[in-house]
């Protein structure tokens, strides 16, 4: 796995596709490493004539992680109430700063983006500070972080401090168990508990990251609303959203297509906090349109 040193941290990365392909940069989510991608939906892009990017944010995978205590459960808790909390040491900016750290390394100067969760929030971001390194905006279960719009479903709201807060189980089976539950509550109509398997096996024996999911939750939090700056914004942007999305409500994703000018959503009634197999064709199909948009 290669690894990126830059001035202020390590990011770990992985690259596919043909070198003379244009670069998209794909970004996942709170406490999720790169390889939570489908490479089903990796190599639909590549064989669209990308070359595909994807990252470790800091705090997860193979990436540096942040010295110091992990936050809180109250730390959290404060923070949802939107009162001033001390532990958080970055936020989206810093993650897009990163992003753009690594397309520096990699000699990339502009490049698609496509974010997932979290890392729409971070493509969100990178769009608005650096809009002239961005051909292409498609931004996945995603909110503008208005607090109004794209809010988690109340009867997550304990499950997520708790196990947040707690460090992973020691022991890999275990750890792969809470995982796949975990992503069974989120996950919508579609989930599929064997596909899920797979991934969380892959993450599981390539790195645990206890703490990241706790700091990048912190950092959501603690991040401003990017509604204004995504009015801005002038590269094709392409939303994607499920209805049964429970832990980003569907509104999130309305949002942030109202924002963008010019935007386009595509929604699925059946899709939740996931990539379920059966929507990914049509995902790839949809962001390789967008990105065309930046051609035309």
């Known amino acids: 796995m290669p690894i990126a040193h830059l001035e202020h941290l390590d990011v770990a990365y992985e690259v596919d596709g043909p070198d003379d392909g244009e670069p998209m940069l794909l970004v996942m989510g709170l406490g999720t490493q790169l390889v939570a991608w489908p490479q089903d939906m990796v190599d639909g892009l590549v064989a669209r004539g990308f070359r595909v990017v994807r990252v470790d944010n800091r705090d997860i995978g193979l ?5 110091g205590p992990p936050p809180s459960r109250a730390d959290l808790v404060r923070a949802f109430a939107r009162r001033p909390v001390r532990g958080a040491t970055y936020r989206m900016s810093d993650l897009a700063s990163d992003a753009v750290a690594l397309l520096d ?6 490049v698609h983006l496509v974010g997932a969760s979290m890392g729409g929030m971070v493509a969100q971001q990178l769009t ?3 809009p002239e390194r961005v051909l292409s905006l498609c931004s996945i279960m995603s909110n503008t972080g208005d607090r109004r719009n794209g809010r988690v479903a109340r009867r997550l709201l304990p499950t997520m401090a708790r196990s947040l ?5 020691s022991d890999p089976e275990e750890a792969v ?16 508990a064997e596909d899920m398997e797979r991934s969380v096996r892959a993450a599981v024996e390539r790195s ?5 999911g706790a700091r990048h ?9 990017r509604t204004e700056g995504l009015r801005g ?3 094709p942007t392409l939303v994607v959203h499920g209805l049964a999305d429970p832990l980003v409500e569907a509104s999130g994703g309305v949002a942030t297509a109202r924002a963008v000018p010019g935007s386009r959503m595509l929604v699925f009634p059946d899709m939740g906090h996931d990539l379920p197999a059966s929507r990914r064709g049509e995902m790839v199909e949809a962001i390789a349109v967008n990105a065309a948009r930046a051609r035309a």
């Open 63 to 67: 990436s540096s992680f942040t010295d």
């Open 105 to 110: 390394h990699l000699g990339i100067g502009r």
């Open 128 to 130: 608005i500070d650096h």
């Open 165 to 169: 807060s707690a460090p992973r189980p």
């Open 177 to 192: 168990r809470l995982g796949v539950e975990g992503w069974r509550v989120i996950g919508g109509p579609l989930f599929d």
């Open 208 to 212: 645990q990251s206890p703490y990241g």
């Open 217 to 225: 939750l912190l950092a959501i939090l603690t991040s401003e609303d």
């Open 233 to 235: 914004v002038t590269a």
